[in-house]
């Protein structure tokens, strides 16, 4: 129980990026040429543009080592207390924002460049505190 209680913010933005990466990568697959028909467009008239199926698979493997290495080191850190594959967790999770954020200025949408910076700050603050 101290081991909640000591790293109860670490915990819970572990929590945080599990889902918000497992959910998205799933999502990808489960609607692979929906994101695709959509990313195309979206990155249409960018250097991007005959890229995205690879562009995608790499954010999606991206996403998946993020929430594995975060699951993988929530389990780690509530069992033996340690902190190194939740530190690489979050840092892969900060690889897979830039990656997106990338992208997202690229395609000249700012609104939603501005919704991954959102994502951004507290994985950061992750990497601190597990640092």
């Not at 918000?20 to 040429?33: L, N, P």
């Not at 993988?72 to 190194?84: A, F, H, P």
């Not at 900060?94 to 951004?120: E, H, N, P, S, V």
């Amino acid at each position: 129980m101290e081991t909640l209680t000591n790293n109860a913010t670490e915990l819970l933005l572990l929590l945080f990026l599990i889902i918000t990466f497992v959910q998205s990568a799933f999502d990808k697959m489960m609607d692979w040429k929906g994101n695709i028909s959509w990313l195309q467009g979206h990155f249409k008239d960018t250097p991007f543009q005959g890229q995205v199926p690879l562009l995608l698979i790499t954010v999606l493997v991206t996403e998946l080592v993020a929430g594995v290495l975060c699951l993988l080191g929530m389990y780690m850190l509530v069992t033996e207390g340690g902190k190194s594959v939740a530190l690489a967790g979050a840092v892969v999770a900060c690889i897979a924002l830039l990656m997106l954020l990338l992208g997202q200025r690229i395609a000249k949408d700012y609104d939603g460049a501005r919704t991954i910076a959102i994502y951004f700050i507290p994985t950061v603050f992750l990497v601190f505190l597990l640092q």
